[in-house]
């Protein structure tokens, strides 16, 4: 088991009881996305967690795909799909990088809180890119420290060598942008609350 994945199993069952920390803006991401749904669609969630989002969004898509790097994190998904009775939703333990996909196969891919997370989040972004069908959506929410608390840099090493942090990686907004862009992704829709919060992103493959 990686370091990261031990990380997320160790905090699972904390993360699950967690409360979301501002629910209106969940909920008008969770809005927003739906505009870009079709009851036929197939979509990947890329670090769904504990599952939460794939079963709020399973009412509304043909079949979700919902991946995750912690085996801990995967079983509460599944238990809560099962309370609550959703059927198109395949939970599997993977990372972005053992994800076999065939090219322009999918409709949506959701990575939400996660691109800050990867060791390469261009190398993620392009594997996106070649998943999903043209004029498909890359739905994303991600913390850029890059444009608050640049001195995270220096902290991050630190905190995951102590076990304290997971893997973290600092950009802004922009460096962002710029990687979807540049790898042939059209951004549809932007939103920050504040700029202190994640980064809500829509991008189109072009």
Same mark, same amino acid.
């Given at each position: ?13 904390r993360?699950?009881k ?19 749904f ?9 670090g ?27 079983r ?9 009775k ?9 990372? @972005?990088d053992? *994800? ?5 196969? &999918?409709?949506?891919?959701?990575? #939400?809180? %996660?691109?800050?997370?990867? $060791? ?6 392009a594997?996106v ?20 608390m640049?001195? @995270?840099?220096? *902290?991050?090493?630190i905190?995951?060598? &102590?076990?304290?942090?997971?893997? #973290?990686? %600092?950009?802004t907004?922009? $460096? ?18 504040e700029?202190?919060?994640?980064v ?7």
């Amino acid at each position: 088991m990686s370091q990261t994945s031990a990380f997320w199993d160790k905090v699972a069952e904390r993360y699950s009881k967690k409360p979301v920390a501002d629910e209106a803006a969940y909920q008008e991401k969770l809005r927003v996305t739906r505009d870009y749904f079709q009851p036929d669609m197939e979509v990947l969630e890329i670090g769904c967690g504990t599952g939460s989002t794939a079963i709020a969004h399973a009412p509304f898509a043909k079949h979700i795909r919902a991946t995750d790097i912690s085996p801990k994190m995967i079983r509460i998904a599944e238990d809560k799909a099962v309370a609550a009775k959703i059927d198109n939703i395949a939970f599997e333990v993977s990372s @972005i990088d053992d *994800l076999e996909v065939a090219d322009q196969s &999918l409709d949506v891919v959701l990575a #939400l809180s %996660v691109l800050h997370l990867l $060791e390469d989040r261009d190398e993620a972004i392009a594997n996106v890119h070649k998943m999903l069908k043209k004029d498909g959506v890359f739905v994303t929410s991600t913390v850029c420290l890059g444009d608050t608390m640049k001195f @995270i840099k220096l *902290l991050a090493p630190i905190g995951r060598f &102590l076990g304290l942090m997971p893997l #973290l990686r %600092v950009f802004t907004v922009q $460096e962002l942008a710029e990687s979807l862009t540049r790898a042939g992704f059209a951004i549809d829709y932007q939103w920050q609350p504040e700029k202190s919060v994640a980064v809500f992103i829509v991008a189109r493959k072009r």
